[in-house]
């Protein structure tokens, strides 16, 4: 594996402290001298630059005279939880911390392949497999908030006979959504990566320029789509049964 900078600097003051972690964990790292790995350090370089911003926007607020960086955010904030009202219903408002940090964490992420130096960490299907899981946890365990046992009978149909057909479609179902949005992101900004990399190698001007920008547009696009999806599965957990 060829190091980024700042994970072979990471690896340098920290491989110690990680390898330890890791086998606590029992698990046993590719190369034991650099157990960090690049989408590692690019995930954690993406933790402190969004707690950094969110720090920063705090610091900033003002009802009397906000900035601009304010509005991006109130109207980041707004566009989400105006969404998730859409398709979720009244009361849907307090999804929308996790809607913005999961929409935020993955659009940072895409777009970090875009800096020279970096690379995209959703590139690497271990970060949209840990996106998934933990929209997986999360919806499902908003479900069960919502509804308590009664969340378990929603994997049974709404036909008591049929229960014993339809608990493992539901399950499949339900599993298949971490795959489908593992593979959606991954394939996407793993292509769009590669596309990026070939035409700067054969074309180091101009060109590369456009492919870039729609890089950016398919980060953009990777982000609202995941988010949206999680918001759809949410709807579908804590709705009301009819």
Known sequence: MEQLPLTALLNKYFAGVALALLRALHIQPAHAETPITNFVAMEILVAVLLLAFFVLVRSRLSVETPGGLQHVVEGLHGFIQNQSEEIIGHHSERFTPFLVTLFTFILLCNLLGVVPGFESPT????????CAIMAFLYYN???????????????????????????????ISHFARMLSLTIRLFANMFAGDMVTLVFFSLVPLGV???????????SLLQAYIFTLLTTVYL???VAAAH
């Open 123 to 130: 590139a690497t299907p271990s970060v949209p497999l840990g």
């Open 141 to 171: 365990f908003q479900g069960f908030k919502a509804k308590g046992a009664h969340y378990a009978a929603d994997f049974l149909g709404p036909v008591w006979w049929l229960s014993w057909l339809m608990l493992p479609i539901e399950l």
């Open 208 to 218: 590369p320029v456009v492919f870039l920008g729609l890089h950016i547009g398919v």
């Open 235 to 237: 709807s579908g957990a």
